[in-house]
């Protein structure tokens, strides 16, 4: 039956519901239902109580919006036109899901501006919320004063059964309990419907009760389809929680207003179809052709456009009494937020000779990591419960816990999938701050969506990984990464760099500081060693930036042949060298630390270290073979594991796979006849 007359409210309402109905029937594809059933809470939302600047999406003292459940974007996509924002105009939700849109299939940060993080994989969303709201308590602690509050805003979080059921958030869930982040909302559009059918065939745990368990606050509002004020109570009441994370549990009807699809998996992932979209038209009794927004809603909607002005505005003049009173403080609240690194910063980086002594490039990595803490304040992070192992600790600036938001270890526990999507909101917050998350290679299996998501999305995050190689010995093949490096150099713009000794390390944390604060940043994957390294003699800092250089050479030019070492091993080609030099070989050696930055050089450089007419080549690395070919041409070899590791000393387990020199000098005679 059509409904009579509608006030402002439930016209603003359905106006979120139909552009998500219209734009999801023209692109055939998407997802209806949740922008139908969660308008009435994201209205309430970002009517009431969220503060932002349509026409500046990056002002700094904003809230922040995740759609956790990110599937159901055109329920963000809604908003962003309806409040008016620039970047996603009527013809941007015309063009959803087609090729070169501002409205791709789920909310991505790099291509439409409002969005805060990328997310789609379930779960995600509401992991990177608690990293971001983990930056604005640390900036908090960090700049505020007792008589100037700089930083003053909440993180707020739309998720659904999905996002619950993937494990990652509850790993993030409960940190955010332990931490007590107040001003994290979280809520829970409980709609009980998945792809598969209604969510009791699977999924029937009490979420409340888990949630209570992690030490949120939570609350539920029974119906979230019409009980406007209900909602709003909610999110006040969340709001005056300051001592922990709150869950406001919204009971829906998914594809809520649909007569004959609402409540069931058929209006999840599929546009309703033309003559359900007339029904529901008729249902809700909602007069207007596609994509035609009543005049009164969109006024009260772009109400926002001067709300957030003068929001801007009065956080501006904050700014201004601020640096009048705390000049020091603001020029490096300022300096971070800007991207700019502090000048002289990499003078902080620790440079060796090879009579240093030798050592694991993890502790090289630690010696670093405090060295450029003493000068980048914006840097914060930790390990997955193996600091003392990833040598991750940051000596003197204390643990960042409830209370004590201003310290920069972050202790992450064994939650590596949480840690990486934590550390990818922490980046995204748009506030500076450089976040790094540790572990052991292999683990990289535990997090890898959220590497991918930090690569895909732009996000500047530095990860540290230690005991890179089957040379850690006696933790055996499940400890022991191979296909681990090979793996994650196939992620397109993740930087990936496996230092061979102590300058590498400083150049490779170089290289993952810029990286980080570039314009379109990127996340840079460390991989250092367990076992000692001596230093080399050629290597540098600023080399590493080229990814492959020549370490030593003694031929004219045209060598006999060139062995390309990575990491651990590159020492032994170095010592392989020296001895088919003395049996009159021209031998060049190639330091190899990373494959991406060796392809960002011009073609007169990559000619330069591995010239076309030299085709003896010997590549040499403790991992699978896989991916040589580009280096290796057909008259070469590598020395590899493609085979899982095995249980003993390091140094046993490197020579009954062939990585010594005597190996090396042997595959190296084989190749030359």
């Not at 509850?170 to 982040?181: D, I, N, R, T, V």
């Not at 990486?420 to 890898?448: E, K, Q, W």
Request: proline share 5%.
């Amino acid at each position: 039956m059509a409904v009579a007359t509608q006030s402002l409210e439930e016209l603003c309402i359905n106006s979120i519901r139909f552009l998500a109905i219209d734009a999801v029937q023209k692109a055939n594809s998407g997802h209806p239902g949740l922008p139908m059933g969660a308008a009435p809470m994201a209205f309430v939302l970002w009517d009431r109580f969220m503060r932002f600047n349509p026409k500046n999406p990056k002002w700094f003292n904003r809230d922040r919006f995740v759609l956790s459940a990110g599937h159901g974007c055109m329920l963000l996509y809604s908003l962003l036109h309806l409040t008016g924002f620039d970047s996603v105009p009527l013809d941007e939700i015309k063009q959803f899901r087609q090729w070169g849109s501002k409205t791709p299939g789920h909310p991505e940060n790099h291509v439409t501006e409002g969005i805060e993080v990328t997310t789609g994989p379930l779960g995600q969303g509401i992991a990177n919320a608690v990293g971001l709201a983990l930056a604005e308590a640390h900036l908090a602690a960090t700049f505020n004063k007792p008589d100037c509050q700089l930083v003053d805003h909440y993180t707020y979080v739309i998720m659904g059964d999905g996002c619950n059921m993937e494990g990652i958030s509850g790993e993030a869930c409960s940190l955010a309990g332990h931490w007590g982040l107040g001003k994290l909302i979280a809520f829970y559009d409980d709609n009980h419907i998945s792809i598969d059918g209604h969510t009791d065939i699977s999924f029937t745990e009490d979420v409340s009760k888990r949630f209570e368990a992690y030490g949120w606050h939570v609350q539920h509002v029974a119906d979230g389809n019409t009980d406007l004020e209900g909602i709003a109570a909610a999110i006040q009441k969340a709001k005056e929680v300051t001592d922990k994370p709150s869950l406001i549990k919204v009971t829906t009807i998914i594809g809520y207003g649909s007569p004959n699809k609402a409540d069931t998996h058929d209006v999840h992932g599929a546009a309703l179809g033309k003559d359900e979209v007339q029904a529901t038209r008729e249902h809700l009794g909602w007069n207007y052709p596609e994509f035609e927004i009543p005049e009164d809603a969109l006024n009260h909607f772009r109400k926002a456009i001067d709300k957030g002005a003068t929001a801007e505005q009065e956080w501006n003049q904050i700014l201004d009494q601020y640096k009048s009173k705390y000049p020091e403080e603001a020029a490096t609240f300022e300096r971070m937020l800007s991207g700019k690194l502090p000048e002289g910063w990499a003078d902080a980086l620790p440079k060796y000779t090879p009579e240093t002594k030798a050592d694991a490039t993890r502790n090289q990595s630690g010696v670093t990591l405090n060295a450029i803490a003493s000068v980048l304040p914006e840097l914060i992070g930790g390990s997955a419960d193996l600091a003392p192992s990833n040598k991750t600790l940051l000596k003197g600036l204390g643990d960042f816990q409830k209370g004590q938001y201003q310290n920069r270890n972050v202790r992450f526990g064994v939650r590596e999938h949480g840690m990486g999507a934590i550390c990818n909101g922490i980046a995204r917050h748009g506030s500076g701050l450089i976040p790094y998350g540790a572990t052991f290679l292999v683990f990289t299996d535990y997090m890898r969506n959220s590497i991918r998501l930090s690569a895909l999305a732009e996000t500047g995050v530095i990860w540290v990984m230690t005991h890179d190689s089957i040379a850690l010995g006696e933790d055996g093949p499940t400890h022991q990464p191979v296909e681990h490096i090979t793996s994650l150099r196939a992620i397109p713009q993740l930087i990936v760099i496996r230092p061979a000794d102590g300058n590498e390390t400083s150049g490779a944390y170089k290289v993952a500081v810029e990286k980080a604060k570039a314009a379109h940043p990127m996340s840079t994957l460390l991989a250092f060693s367990r076992q000692n390294l001596p230093n080399l003699e050629g290597s540098s800092i600023d080399i590493v930036a080229k990814g492959a250089y020549i370490l030593s050479d003694n031929s004219d030019g045209t060598p006999d042949i060139i062995l390309i070492g990575t990491g651990g091993e590159t020492y032994q080609c170095v010592e392989a060298a020296v001895k088919l030099r003395e049996e009159g070989k021209k031998v060049r050696v190639v330091s190899m630390p990373s494959w991406e930055l060796f392809e960002e050089q011009d073609a007169a450089y990559k000619e330069s270290v591995f010239p076309k007419a030299v085709k003896k080549r010997l590549a040499v690395e403790a991992g699978i073979s896989l991916g040589w070919s580009r280096y290796v041409t057909d008259e070469g070899a590598t020395i590899s594991v493609d085979t899982f590791g095995a249980s003993a000393p390091g140094e046993v387990v490197l020579e009954k796979f062939g990585f010594t020199v005597d190996n090396i000098i042997a595959q190296a005679k084989a190749l030359l006849g």
